[in-house]
């Protein structure tokens, strides 16, 4: 078990060249960076991970932010106990839903940055882009002292994209907060994290609009609607233990608020930190501590409460396309065996079910890779192996097969105590293949470089090709378009990051849009296991996992966009 998951802090913060800050090792990509300084990598809550299926041992302990609970996962600690006197099987039911729902919620990722999507309308060229030397002089501060000084754009050439960035900077409590994001709507990119919904101009990363909210976010939608409408969690204060009360409707395309409506309770022992909130139809989902409930988008009236299936209690949601319930089966018998993990789909509308499939004991399901169709991986972390499980639209099992190569953590959600099954940026799917960001596997579960792209027939479960990055780079297919896989290169020893194109047939990544050297360091402190990405019309957003407050000389890069130069 590495430092990642034992709960280990991270190594201590640094800055980068460009006044950005990051914590952890430092990059082998960029030499040119002081030793100590670099981009962190992805700490959950030093408590029980966010898993879906039997929960592991929670990790050593470490610090725990002195700060108001960030919004994503669902209820964490400081709950008093409900459960006295009550029977064994709700007991444990119950527990491992605040387990599942809550865990991480304090992703400390410094960046990594990843999503690209479309082929440029010129031709492509040779996918390992140019070096350039770098325009750090030497003295801490990159071209021009700090962020304000930095221009990533110094020495761009003819073709190359325009890269921006917006920093940070509203003042956050404790060690920091989470970021959600990013949605393009119009002419705007946006994000939330703790008090406040943001828009920025696309062409330009300039702030719009910002929704200012009374008390802080303790649960964010996946997405929006496809009407722009975005869903959050709000605090019922804003003091240490507050809980998660009441939903709010903010239109991304006004920057107006909408209606405010306040959670009713399932049963007496629904008290939440925060909510696991997802987006389908016209239909918001909210999981929490082994209860859920779905609301109207449009209106916030409630559509349907809490059901169970058998034995098996709600977990957690997927969005989208369909609306997707993970749930933990407790043996009814014996509230200390192991449980068992059911994926099922349901009537947006109602909540009813529409089918289900039960995992067999021992295994977690990770993430859902594709929702149309329905892709998810699930793992055995005592066997070390971990599996890719293809369903048909009526639920059906259309391939399972236990996968050879290795994947970031972020994408079969091995001991990653962040987020929820939607964390996954790294894969995209057709009608009949799967293309996921691989690697040759180590000795655990996640890898930390994925620098190839698999294609898996979902038919068969088979790998069907691999197709490698640029030598020493890490690739992540982030869309499919015109009959292409759109993949993001990151940031290499002196070189920038790039979108490259190749055939869903395989063959060698070309690169599309690429951005300047100068940007490097700014793309790099966007770290792979934090970031989150979105390609959208050409351009690339990246949106840091984390930030912290603003210190002099000391900024935390929130976004990060380029596109090709008109």
């Given at each position: 078990?590495?430092?990642?998951e034992?709960?280990?802090?991270?190594?201590?913060?640094?800055?980068?060249p460009?006044?950005?800050?990051?914590?952890?090792?430092?990059?082998p990509?960029?030499?040119?960076v002081?030793?100590?300084?670099?981009?962190?990598?992805?700490?959950?809550?030093?408590?029980?991970?966010?898993?879906?299926?039997?929960?592991?041992?929670?990790?050593?302990?470490?610090?725990?932010?002195?700060?108001?609970?960030?919004p994503?996962?669902?209820?964490?600690?400081?709950?008093?106990?409900?459960?006295?006197g009550?029977?064994?099987?709700?007991?444990?039911?119950?527990?491992?839903?605040?387990?599942l729902?809550g865990?991480?919620?304090?992703?400390?990722?410094?960046?990594?940055g990843?999503?690209?999507?479309?082929?440029?309308?010129?031709?492509?060229?040779?996918?390992t882009?140019?070096?350039?030397?770098?325009?750090?002089?030497?003295?801490?501060?990159?071209?021009?002292g700090?962020?304000?000084?930095?221009?990533?754009?110094?020495?761009?050439?003819?073709?190359?994209?325009?890269?921006?960035?917006?920093?940070?900077?509203?003042?956050?409590?404790?060690?920091?907060?989470?970021?959600?994001?990013p949605w393009?709507?119009?002419?705007?990119?946006?994000?939330?994290?703790?008090?406040e919904?943001t828009?920025?101009?696309?062409?330009?990363?300039?702030?719009?609009?910002?929704?200012s909210?009374?008390?802080?976010?303790?649960?964010?939608?996946?997405?929006?609607?496809?009407?722009?409408?975005?869903?959050v969690?709000?605090?019922?204060?804003d003091?240490?233990?507050?809980h998660?009360t009441?939903l709010?409707?903010?239109d991304?395309?006004?920057?107006?608020?909408?209606?405010?409506?306040?959670?009713?309770?399932?049963?007496?022992?629904?008290?939440?930190?925060?909510?696991d909130?997802?987006?389908?139809?016209?239909?918001?989902?909210?999981?929490?501590?082994?209860?859920?409930?779905?609301f109207?988008?449009?209106?916030?009236?409630k559509?349907f409460?809490?059901?169970?299936?058998?034995?098996?209690?709600?977990?957690t949601?997927?969005?989208?396309?369909?609306?997707?319930?993970?749930?933990?089966?407790p043996?009814?018998?014996?509230?200390?065996?192991?449980?068992?993990?059911?994926i099922?789909e349901?009537?947006?509308?109602t909540?009813?079910?529409k089918?289900n499939?039960?995992?067999?004991?021992g295994?977690?399901?990770?993430?859902?890779?594709s929702?149309?169709?329905?892709?998810?991986?699930?793992y055995?972390?005592?066997?070390?192996?971990?599996?890719?499980t293809?369903?048909?639209?009526?639920?059906?099992?259309?391939s399972q097969?236990?996968?050879?190569?290795g994947i970031?953590?972020?994408?079969?959600?091995?001991?990653?105590?962040?987020?929820?099954?939607?964390?996954c940026?790294?894969?995209?799917?057709?009608?009949?293949?799967?293309y996921?960001?691989g690697?040759?596997?180590?000795?655990?579960?996640g890898i930390?470089?994925?620098d190839e792209v698999?294609?898996?027939?979902?038919?068969?479960?088979?790998?069907?090709?691999?197709?490698?990055?640029?030598e020493?780079?890490?690739?992540?297919?982030?869309?499919?378009?015109?009959?292409?896989?759109?993949?993001?290169?990151?940031?290499?020893?002196?070189e920038?990051g790039a979108?490259?194109?190749?055939?869903?047939?395989g063959?060698?990544?070309?690169?599309?849009?690429?951005?300047?050297?100068?940007?490097?360091?700014?793309?790099?402190?966007?770290y792979?296991h934090?970031?989150?990405?979105?390609?959208?019309?050409g351009?690339l957003?990246?949106?840091?996992?984390?930030?912290?407050?603003?210190e002099?000389?000391?900024?935390d890069?929130?976004?990060l966009?380029?596109?090709?130069?008109?």
């Amino acid at each position: 078990m590495t430092g990642r998951e034992s709960g280990e802090p991270p190594a201590p913060e640094g800055q980068w060249p460009d006044g950005s800050r990051g914590a952890g090792a430092t990059p082998p990509q960029l030499p040119s960076v002081p030793p100590g300084y670099g981009p962190g990598y992805g700490y959950g809550h030093p408590g029980q991970p966010r898993e879906f299926g039997p929960p592991l041992p929670p990790p050593a302990p470490g610090p725990v932010p002195a700060a108001v609970p960030a919004p994503g996962g669902g209820g964490g600690g400081g709950l008093r106990n409900p459960f006295k006197g009550r029977p064994a099987v709700l007991v444990a039911a119950v527990t491992v839903g605040l387990l599942l729902i809550g865990g991480g919620v304090y992703a400390v990722a410094r960046g990594g940055g990843d999503e690209p999507g479309k082929p440029a309308a010129k031709g492509t060229e040779s996918a390992t882009p140019s070096g350039s030397p770098s325009v750090d002089q030497g003295d801490g501060k990159g071209a021009g002292g700090g962020s304000e000084g930095y221009d990533p754009n110094a020495g761009i050439k003819d073709g190359e994209a325009r890269v921006w960035f917006s920093d940070n900077k509203t003042e956050l409590p404790g060690s920091g907060v989470q970021q959600y994001g990013p949605w393009r709507v119009g002419d705007v990119v946006v994000k939330a994290m703790f008090k406040e919904v943001t828009a920025l101009g696309v062409a330009d990363g300039q702030e719009k609009w910002k929704v200012s909210l009374k008390a802080p976010l303790c649960g964010v939608a996946q997405a929006p609607s496809a009407s722009g409408k975005l869903i959050v969690g709000v605090l019922d204060n804003d003091a240490a233990g507050a809980h998660c009360t009441h939903l709010q409707q903010i239109d991304l395309a006004t920057g107006k608020e909408g209606w405010k409506v306040e959670v009713p309770k399932e049963n007496a022992y629904d008290s939440n930190l925060t909510l696991d909130l997802v987006v389908s139809g016209d239909t918001v989902a909210v999981a929490r501590s082994a209860v859920m409930s779905g609301f109207s988008v449009t209106d916030g009236k409630k559509l349907f409460g809490t059901s169970k299936t058998g034995n098996c209690y709600p977990a957690t949601f997927g969005g989208g396309a369909r609306l997707i319930v993970l749930r933990n089966c407790p043996d009814p018998k014996d509230a200390t065996a192991e449980q068992q993990v059911m994926i099922e789909e349901l009537d947006p509308a109602t909540g009813a079910p529409k089918w289900n499939h039960t995992y067999e004991k021992g295994w977690r399901v990770g993430r859902i890779l594709s929702m149309d169709p329905l892709v998810v991986t699930a793992y055995v972390n005592e066997r070390k192996i971990w599996n890719i499980t293809a369903f048909t639209a009526d639920g059906k099992v259309r391939s399972q097969t236990t996968s050879k190569f290795g994947i970031d953590k972020r994408c079969n959600g091995w001991g990653d105590g962040t987020n929820g099954p939607h964390y996954c940026d790294g894969a995209v799917a057709d009608a009949d293949t799967l293309y996921i960001a691989g690697g040759k596997p180590g000795p655990e579960l996640g890898i930390d470089k994925t620098d190839e792209v698999v294609a898996v027939d979902l038919n068969t479960g088979r790998e069907k090709w691999h197709a490698a990055a640029p030598e020493g780079r890490t690739i992540w297919p982030v869309a499919i378009e015109n009959g292409k896989i759109i993949a993001y290169v990151w940031p290499g020893a002196g070189e920038a990051g790039a979108i490259v194109s190749l055939p869903t047939t395989g063959g060698t990544p070309e690169v599309v849009l690429r951005s300047p050297a100068a940007a490097a360091g700014a793309q790099s402190v966007f770290y792979p296991h934090g970031v989150r990405m979105t390609w959208s019309d050409g351009r690339l957003f990246l949106l840091n996992g984390m930030v912290r407050s603003p210190e002099p000389k000391k900024v935390d890069h929130a976004v990060l966009s380029f596109a090709r130069v008109s």
